[in-house]
C-alpha cells in the first residue's frame, strides 16, 4: 500500500505566499497602532504604522494589507464606528492614488514625498469625522492631522527607504 502526497503547485505556492506577505503588512500595521495607541488617534496625531503605506509603492499587494491593518486598527479609535469604514476606505483611496501617480516615477525618494503629500491631504477625511463625532473645529483638525499625517510619514519614509536597501519590498 503506497500513500500519495498531492504536491503544491508553484500557483498554490505563490497565493499562500502573497496572502502571508499581504496578513503580515496588516497584522505589523495593527501592532504598532496599538504600542503607540496613545499617538494614533485624534486632532494631533503621530501613527507611526503609517509607514507602512509605502510598501504599496512596491508592491501592489500591499494596497490589501494596509487597508486591512488600517480596518483592523481604527476599532481602537474613540471613533470608530465612522473611523473603521471611512478612515480605511480613504486609505484605500490614497494609495489607490499614490500608485497611479507614482507609477512611471523611478526615483524612491520622489515617489516617497508624493505619497506623503497625498496622504497628508487625505486627513480631511480624519477631520471630518473628528469634527462630525466630537465637535472639532474641520480647518484646525484637518491642518494638526495633515502635519501629523506628513511627519509620520517622514520618519516611516526613512525607515521604509532604508529596509528597502537591505531588503527588496518589491518581491
Known amino acids: 500500500m503506497s500513500m500519495s502526497f498531492v504536491k503544491d503547485s508553484p500557483k498554490s505556492k505563490s497565493t499562500v505566499n502573497e496572502l502571508t506577505k499581504t496578513a503580515l503588512v496588516a497584522a505589523l500595521y495593527v501592532a504598532v497602532t496599538f504600542v503607540f495607541a496613545v ?4 486632532a ?5 504604522s503609517e509607514m507602512f503605506n ?10 490589501i494589507g494596509v487597508t486591512l491593518g488600517v480596518m483592523f486598527a481604527n476599532f481602537m479609535s474613540p471613533t470608530w464606528i465612522l473611523d473603521v469604514p471611512i478612515g480605511s476606505m480613504a486609505t484605500l483611496v490614497a494609495l489607490l492614488i499614490c500608485r497611479a501617480l ?25 477631520a471630518a469625522q473628528l469634527t462630525i463625532m466630537l465637535g472639532f473645529p474641520f480647518w484646525a483638525t484637518w ?13 516611516g519614509g526613512v525607515i521604509i ?6 531588503i527588496d519590498l518589491s518581491k
Do not use: P
Not at 494631533?44 to 507611526?48: E, K
Not at 509605502?54 to 494596497?63: G, P, Q
Not at 507614482?102 to 480624519?126: E, G, H, P, R, Y
Not at 527607504?161 to 537591505?166: A, Q, R
Open 39 to 42: 499617538i494614533s488617534f485624534g
Open 44 to 48: 494631533v496625531q503621530l501613527r507611526l
Open 54 to 63: 509605502y510598501l504599496a509603492l512596491y508592491n501592489k499587494r500591499y494596497v
Open 102 to 126: 507614482t507609477k512611471k516615477i523611478k526615483n524612491d525618494i520622489v515617489k516617497m514625498v508624493i505619497t506623503a503629500i497625498v496622504f497628508a491631504l487625505s486627513m480631511c477625511a480624519i
Open 143 to 155: 491642518l494638526t492631522a495633515g502635519i501629523g499625517e506628513l511627519l509620520s510619514m517622514t520618519i
Open 161 to 166: 527607504y532604508s529596509l528597502n536597501k537591505k
